[in-house]
């Protein structure tokens, strides 16, 4: 399934940390859209529940801004919050009534008319697959979801959901980078790329990791010798080595600084040759390939 999306998506898992207003917000998107960003991760659990309103709060202040976006988000995970007062332990929930009440209220707090994507965030232990794909179906037929798909998925766990849908599950969106390479040999992009679904990395350095990586270690040599003779930063490298995989992973970014999303931006003109990509890889795993 082609979701149309840009190949590198605005993550907005930390916008609670920006200390941004919902101007400031709309500034933050628009400047996205300008280096032809035009996809956005958010998830009704972000920020204690508060994410998706302060992103629509930043729609609301820029109007204009809301045709040029798509949406992503997410449910499944039941945070113990003052929001949701009915919790008393954090868990898993992957029951029709609460993906349908999470996307009902993801649109009534960003203020769209639906979601292009909806992924479950993490597999649940009580997963009934047939349940989901009841809720997906009244989801699609209402026409509040285009697509979906999963986050933290195994392949196993995938085909298993996939069993039951007549749609193919367009995404995985999954933990992926140099400080986190296992995706890479369990099956999961395999599967990806088997199916056409669209890996999307999410901590796609690490969570901000990358940039503290000691210049003395083999990522950190291998990184400033790299970035030397491509005249490009280790952050845009990470970004290029994980664009340069088959399985077409979409990178999903974290910074709320405009300036630090341009210069990630700029990572897609860094053509990474194999023996390049694999010196990466070896010195994020420490050891050499078998
Ligand atoms: N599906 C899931 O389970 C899941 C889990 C986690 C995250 N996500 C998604 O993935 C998105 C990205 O995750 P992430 O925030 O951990 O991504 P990341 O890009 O790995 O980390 C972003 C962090 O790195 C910091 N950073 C330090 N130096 C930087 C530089 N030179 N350039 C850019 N950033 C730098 C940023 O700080 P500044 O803001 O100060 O630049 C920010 O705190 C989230 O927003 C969310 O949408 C999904």
């Known amino acids: 399934m082609d979701l149309n999306f840009s190949r590198l998506i605005m993550g907005m898992w930390r916008i609670g940390d920006w200390g941004l207003s919902p101007a400031g917000v709309a500034d933050l998107i628009e400047a996205c859209l300008e280096l032809g960003i035009d996809t956005f991760d958010l998830a009704d659990i972000y920020t204690g529940y508060q994410c998706e309103a302060m992103f629509g709060a ?4 820029r109007p204009a801004l809301r045709p040029r976006l798509k949406l992503i988000s997410k449910c ?3 945070l113990v919050s003052a929001a949701r ?5 954090k868990h898993y929930n992957t029951g029709r009534a609460h ?4 996307v009902e209220h993801s649109l009534a707090a960003t203020g769209a008319e639906r979601l292009d994507l909806l992924l479950i965030h993490r597999p649940d232990p009580l997963m009934d697959a047939d349940e989901i794909a009841e809720a997906f179906g009244a989801l699609q037929r209402s026409g509040k979801v285009a697509a979906f798909g999963v986050s933290n998925f195994l392949p ?9 849908l007549e749609s193919p599950l367009a995404a995985n969106q999954i933990e992926v980078s140099l400080l986190h390479t296992t995706s890479l040999f369990d099956g999961t992009l395999d599967q990806c ?7 999307q990395a999410w901590s796609p350095l690490g969570g901000g990791r990358l940039a503290a990586e000691p210049v003395d270690t083999p990522l950190g040599r291998v990184l400033a010798r790299l970035g030397e003779e491509l005249g490009a930063t280790r952050e845009q490298l990470a970004i290029a080595w994980l664009l340069r995989h088959p399985a077409r992973i979409h990178p999903v970014l974290g910074s709320g600084k405009a300036e630090r999303i ?10 990474l040759d ?6 990466l890889l070896e010195a994020a795993m420490g050891r050499e390939m078998p």
């Open 99 to 102: 993906i349908v009440a999470s």
């Open 76 to 78: 499944g995970i039941a």
């Open 85 to 89: 007062p009915a919790h008393r332990v």
């Open 156 to 164: 196993h766990q995938l085909d298993l959901l996939q069993s039951r």
């Open 58 to 61: 930043a729609l609301a202040a």
């Open 262 to 271: 341009r210069q990630l931006v700029e990572a897609r003109r860094i053509e």
């Open 193 to 199: 790329q088997r199916l056409r679904a669209m890996p």
């Open 274 to 279: 194999r023996q390049q990509w694999f010196e």
